[in-house]
Nanobody
Framework: QFQLVESGGGLVQPGGSLKLSCATSGFTLDDYAIGWFRQAPGKEREGVGCMDSSDGRSDPYYADYVKGRFTISRDSAKKTVYLQMNSLEREDTAVYFC????????????????WGQGTQVTVSS
């Protein structure tokens, strides 16, 4: 069964860091493009950071609003995807989702067929 389960969210002060994890099962992680997306209350779901399959040649994509602060990575042996978030801002408050898809178009949502349930990140003092 194709599964993605996010964890690591929580409450953090502005300027702090969090590392989100996405445990996967039911598919070969290396064969899929992976992405992190977020959705704040009343807003559309938006891409944060996305990367091609392990054999892909495309560079990771980061949205301008997180570039230089967030890093996406995968550990194939652990079947886990990560999102390291540094220098967090109040505007980063959202539910964060990981997703997997067979095609890579950066953080264009349409190729991402499989989604986790999300983890809440709240940035507040």
């Amino acid at each position: 069964q194709f599964q993605l389960v996010e964890s690591g969210g929580g409450l953090v002060q502005p300027g702090g860091s969090l590392k989100l994890s996405c445990a996967t099962s039911g598919f070969t992680l290396d064969d899929y493009a992976i992405g992190w997306f977020r959705q704040a209350p009343g807003k559309e779901r938006e891409g944060v950071g996305c990367m091609d399959s392990s054999d892909g040649r495309s560079d990771p994509y980061y949205a301008d609003y997180v570039k230089g602060r967030f890093t996406i990575s995968r550990d194939s042996a652990k079947k886990t995807v990560y999102l390291q978030m540094n220098s967090l801002e109040r505007e980063d408050t959202a539910v964060y989702f990981c997703a997997a898809g067979t095609d890579y178009e950066g953080c264009n949502r349409s190729p991402y067929e499989h989604w986790g349930q999300g983890t809440q990140v709240t940035v507040s003092s």
